[in-house]
């Protein structure tokens, strides 16, 4: 059988919940994990990083359950840009636990899922919406991981607009960038205003996203890794929206409830830009990812 999953994009962090809150984007990856016949050639070997994640995934999730893996070959199509901060990675891993899942029939519940998408991802902030959908909030504790989803007001539409560059930054590179250690201060700073930023969310005061998307630990330390971030984001935020931050790990920026002329600001400001960007409204996927394609080999 080979099993095709389709799986959303996502935004980690929100701004103050670096490494917690994510939500996940209606934008999406088709992973499609196909078994070989036995004593086929290890296809690992030719595997580009997009097709090697899957395969490490449903690897993780056969010796978790003490299960022998198939030889599977994987692909990922799809509208999902790589080193972008939009999830790209959680896609592939999220693509290949579930179907791991699906190919041994394991019936595994939505926390097993996410534990072992986090296993492999090293955080649950991208891979927690993108098997839920909505908006979540995570934390990881003793190899546990506690993820919730975030509910939003009936009739809360949370508008989303995403401005994409044309150039990559790693993740690894965009976490090196992160000190030790930090000032309480700012620990403080940054805690209050995660937990103001979740009951904003639940509560549907979007005029508190602002203050409560300040963040002090991960995007100052980020800012010289997108050319002129600080300005691009104050503009979205001084332009009628409720509040604006970097996407994951960058380079994307995600904007909330831009106003109406948000846009057409940012527009006309990137295009001095060194890099290329493309504006994007993305709707949050409410439902995250879903198996589409099991057929018989
Ligand atoms: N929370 C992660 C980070 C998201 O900011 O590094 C990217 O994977």
Redesign the pocket.
Known sequence: MTVSVRVPATS??LGTG??ALGLALSLHNTVTLKPLPAGAADPARAATADESLPVAAYEHVCHAHGIEPLTVHAKVTGDVPSSRGLGSSATCIVGGVLAADALHGLGLGADELVRLATDVEG?P??VAPALLGGVVVSAVSDGRVHSLPVGLPAGGELDLLLAVPDHPVS?EA??AALPAQVPHADAVHNAARSALLVASLATGRWELLGEAMDDRL?QPYRAGLVPGVTEILALARSSGSAGACVS??GPSLLVVAPGPDTAARLTEHLAGHPWGWQLLHLPLDPTGARVVGPRPA
Request: charged share 25%; no cysteine.
């Open positions: 980690a962090n670096f490494d955080h902030d991208n993740t965009a976490r991960h994951g790990a």
